[in-house]
């Protein structure tokens, strides 16, 4: 039994010690006004026409099923400005669609990102030919343009994605500052109620090591050794003399 608890407590304490510093973890992490879990700011200056992200897979091999319940919940957003305060373009769409747009155009694809700092490695892509204004172009899933500060919102999807960014008007020279994000529906709560879990079971492992590990005393003790109690009783009183 005292060794039950003792497993037991232990194991608890482990457990529950792990849910709180995940739970504290996502809860002391940067969001925005609306829980988006956001990267520091990111710098693109570059001189071509366009800077695309490398093709981003979301789960095309994955049954649909799976694929459907693991991206419903998630929204990605990116938001940002034009350096100049001009008008700026965001989009996301199709990967091969994004090639084929940006086909014999000079851009630069971003080949790796440090959200928590401001490295980003590219790939530069030589080319002469001039892209059409972003905005007139059919292939965006998710699209935003405009002056100032803009915020575009996506519902996760199954597929092959890149995101641009660009000048609305398709001129070349990017100059823009962006932060991105993501959010999935009722994560927060799942975080609190993590929290309130791992509080609970590092005090009911705390309270089984207790149980398992002191010492037991009077009764307990006659009854933890088999015929102490039986041997207590049938010793003869002293007489005092």
Do not use: C
């Amino acid at each position: 039994m005292k060794t039950g608890r003792i497993v037991f407590g232990v194991l608890l304490v482990f457990i529950g010690a792990a849910a709180f510093s995940g739970s504290l973890s996502i809860l002391t992490e940067e969001r925005d006004a609306d829980d988006f879990f956001i990267s520091h700011e990111q710098e693109f200056d570059r001189p071509s026409f366009a800077v695309a992200s490398e093709s981003v897979d979301v789960l095309t091999d994955a049954p649909s099923w799976l694929a459907d319940w693991l991206t419903d919940p998630v929204d990605v957003r990116v938001s940002g400005a034009a350096g100049d305060g001009g008008e700026i373009f965001f989009g996301i769409a199709d990967s091969g669609d994004v090639e084929a747009y940006l086909a014999g155009v000079n851009y630069d694809e971003v080949t790796s990102i440090d959200f928590e700092g401001s490295d980003i490695r590219y790939v530069t892509h030589e080319g002469s030919v001039l892209p059409t204004a972003p905005g007139a172009e059919g292939l965006w899933v998710a699209s935003i343009e405009g002056p100032g500060e803009q915020t575009l919102d996506w519902s996760l999807e199954t597929g092959d994605w890149s995101v641009v960014v660009m000048n609305a008007d398709a001129s070349p020279g990017i100059d823009a500052t962006l932060v991105f994000g993501a959010k999935i529906s009722n994560f927060i709560l799942i975080a609190w109620i993590g929290l309130a879990f791992g509080v609970l079971a590092v005090l009911g492992g705390g309270l089984l090591l207790y149980l398992g590990l002191r010492r037991p005393t009077g009764p307990e003790r006659a009854a933890a050794v088999p015929g102490l109690s039986e041997e207590a009783s049938r010793e003869e009183p002293v007489t005092p003399t």
